[in-house]
């Protein structure tokens, strides 16, 4: 899926953005703390990452990944990870897919790995379910020629 992401055009991930299917799943559980000053501290993104550790995942994957949660999570004015939704995703994406800094196979990986992690499996699982329902769509929606280039 990530070779044919690559193809997709920056417009297609702007038009498509428009088309993600509605949110109509439960609301998330909200977070029981106060976030801290910095993103790296916030607990979910620190028990992701002692997580990637424990399964011997490889500093500099694990750090980028993080990098790419912070960037994220800054980019979504500090909305907590533990509440993103496919839109957020699919925002972050685009955003990226534009020309924005970071990376996109980061961004999902990243995501991947905290919502197979995250506590509200309910809440996950709709989320999960739309984000993959997108970028489905998005692979699906015929490209102009030139863009393919």
Excluded: K
Excluded at 19 to 44: F, I, N, Q, T, Y
Excluded at 119 to 135: F, K, M
Aim: charged share 25%; net charge negative; no cysteine.
């Amino acid at each position: 899926m990530y070779n044919e992401l690559r193809r997709v055009p920056s417009e297609a991930w702007t038009e498509a953005l428009a088309r993600l299917p509605e949110d109509d799943g439960p609301e998330p559980v909200p977070p029981p703390d106060r976030p801290p000053a910095r993103v790296v501290d916030l607990p979910e993104v620190l028990a992701l990452r002692a997580l990637l550790m424990d399964r011997r995942v490889a500093f500099d994957t694990v750090e980028r990944w993080i990098r790419a949660l912070t960037q994220t999570t800054r980019m979504l004015e500090y909305e907590r990870p533990l509440i993103w939704t496919a839109d957020h995703v699919a925002s972050r994406l685009v955003q990226i897919a534009s020309g924005g800094e970071g990376s996109m196979w980061s961004t999902l990986e990243v995501v991947r790995e905290l919502w197979d992690w995250h506590p509200d499996h309910p809440y996950i699982a709709v989320q999960s379910e739309r984000l993959l329902s997108w970028l489905e769509m998005l692979l699906a929606t015929p490209q102009p020629e030139s863009s393919q280039s």
